[in-house]
């Protein structure tokens, strides 16, 4: 296995979000745990998964078509106006 796991300071100089967004906005909506994310030996200490956010993070951009408006909704879905 080589993954490269990041420390949620790393993971926020790499993505340019402000460490508190990566923890109360995008955490469990957009980054799941499992997916993106995972708690080694079962303790508090998280560690994010690049290749897994690096991967999903231009999903959205890919899918949808340029101007169209999408209404994002609680779960991290977009509903496509």
Do not use: C
Not at 10 to 37: F, P, Q
Not at 41 to 64: H, N
Request: no cysteine; proline share 4%; glycine share 8%.
């Amino acid at each position: 296995m080589s993954s490269e796991f990041l420390t949620t300071d790393e993971l926020s100089a790499r993505i340019k979000y402000d460490v508190r967004t990566i923890r109360e906005r995008l955490k469990d909506s957009v980054l799941l745990e499992g997916v993106h994310y995972f708690r080694p030996f079962g303790g508090r200490k998280i560690l994010y998964i690049w290749e897994s956010i690096q991967r999903d993070m231009m999903v959205e951009s890919r899918v949808r078509p340029v101007g169209m408006v999408g209404i994002p909704m609680a779960n991290g879905g977009v509903l496509h106006a």
